[in-house]
């Protein structure tokens, strides 16, 4: 529990919107003083009308610390982590506030929802995690914050990317045939030396100075990963800067060349690009392959629940249907036409034609793989109600050319998305009004807006 303690707050500290897929993890909250002690307690930043708490900061740099305890001389000094740190829960405190002014909202019930992810992702239940958080001294009001906040900024990110990306079926034709596209994957790690808004011929030398202080250190013997905690800027820093494999057409076009120059394990040199100097390191790389996946031919029955069927009632009526049908008393497509509740394959006899084992969901998908072809399912529950399966057949299906325009779409829709973003970020930081109070704490390579 407290890894997963540790990893939430390191996505917190990093001030990032959580994608779709991204695990929802809980923060460990400040612990509470002993009776009778106050303790001591300062701003250390005021960003626009909300401030930054030294014990905030102090947290999220725990929090970090023990992320990296088994391994903690790949950190920076102290001092550098909460420059960093700080930076990060800036643009966490940003990003809440910009979304509530464009009035996005989380209902409690969407935390809930979130509360019972994590819960699950522990292998816990709801009031299992509860007293997992409260044990470790935490505060699970603030732990249910902490996912409100994260499932906002997720939101806020939605919203600025939808906005702001469009994608073409002429794009896609012509990534499909473009020679980056066919050149398979590539793992890859960054080092981001940000250049600020604005920034004069003093600040630009001031990034290339430290992005040549980064690779000496890393020529040096000092390992990659803690160079892009010690050095970037980028908000993936505290994770090693590591970008995970993406498509060679993913790659930002200024970049591509130098990356397909390279082989694994090889670091390149400072490169500029818009936002900055950028180092960037090949951990590995693939070749495309064939996309062979088995697909089941099935038909279902679908009993739900409702206002005038109990939950008892649909399970029994489930069962009494698969004993017809079992039975040879009632014919399968004619028992859904008559009962299912499912709109897209009741009419059809409930015949879900030809589908990837995991496009009906995880329970059906379970299910479906256990079944020899003609068998019929005992009848069982998932979300929707209770099902009774029939698999009428399976095959293997290529599905290259299918996938590969919908990887062709997501791509260009990320590398869009992911510009879009990092564009919006950082003009809401240029915009707004930052005055770190503690000298300590103040970049001393960043020009801060005060005013």
Do not use: C
């Amino acid at each position: 529990m407290k890894q997963a303690l540790a990893l939430f707050m390191l996505a917190a500290a990093a001030g990032t919107a959580l994608p779709a897929h991204a695990q929802l993890l809980p923060q460990a909250a400040t612990p509470a003083p002993a009776a009778g002690k106050q303790p001591l307690d300062r701003i250390v930043a005021v960003v626009d009308e909300d401030v930054i708490l030294q014990s905030e900061l102090n947290e999220a740099v725990r929090t970090v610390q023990q992320q990296y305890a088994s391994n903690p001389g790949q950190l920076p000094p102290l001092d550098v982590l909460q420059r960093q740190v700080l930076d990060r829960l800036v643009l966490m405190k940003l990003q809440v506030a910009r979304a509530k002014d464009q009035g996005i909202r989380v209902a409690d019930a969407d935390v809930d929802q979130a509360v019972g992810a994590v819960a699950q992702q522990n292998n816990m239940s709801a009031d299992q995690l509860r007293a997992a958080v409260e044990q470790e001294g935490s505060s699970f009001a603030a732990f249910r914050e902490q996912l409100a906040n994260q499932l906002t900024m997720q939101r806020l990110h939605d919203s600025v990317v939808r906005d702001s990306v469009n994608i073409t079926d002429s794009e896609i034709n012509n990534l499909l045939a473009s020679p980056t596209y066919k050149a398979g994957e590539v793992h890859l790690a960054h080092i981001q030396v940000s250049i600020p808004s604005g920034a004069d011929a003093a600040a630009i030398q001031a990034a290339q100075n430290k992005a040549a202080q980064a690779i000496a250190a890393i020529k040096g013997g000092l390992d990659f990963n803690a160079a892009a905690i010690r050095f970037s800027d980028a908000q993936d820093a505290l994770d090693g800067g590591d970008l995970g494999w993406r498509r060679m057409d993913e790659v930002p076009q200024a970049f591509a060349d130098t990356v397909s120059g390279m082989k694994a394990g090889d670091v390149s040199a400072a490169l500029r690009g818009p936002t900055g100097f950028h180092i960037i390191k090949l951990i590995a790389q693939r070749a495309p392959s064939r996309q062979v996946i088995t697909e089941f031919h099935a038909r279902q029955i679908l009993i739900k629940p409702s206002e005038l069927l109990t939950p008892a009632q649909a399970e029994q009526k489930a069962q009494d249907l698969y004993n017809q049908i079992t039975g040879k008393h009632g014919d399968f497509a004619q028992l859904a036409k008559d009962n299912s509740k499912d709109p897209t394959t009741a009419n059809a006899g409930g015949d879900m034609n030809w589908f990837a084992q995991n496009e009906w969901g995880s329970t059906i998908a379970n299910e479906i793989v256990q079944l020899k072809d003609g068998e019929v399912s005992k009848p069982f529950q998932s979300e929707a109600g209770w099902h009774i399966l029939q698999r009428l057949g399976s095959r293997q299906s290529d599905r290259t050319d299918e996938i590969a325009r919908n990887e062709a779409r997501q791509a260009i829709g990320n590398r869009k998305a992911e510009q879009a973003y990092d564009d919006f970020l950082r003009q809401l930081r240029a915009d707004a009004y930052v005055n770190i109070l503690v000298p300590e704490l103040r970049n001393p390579d960043a020009q801060t807006k005060s005013s």
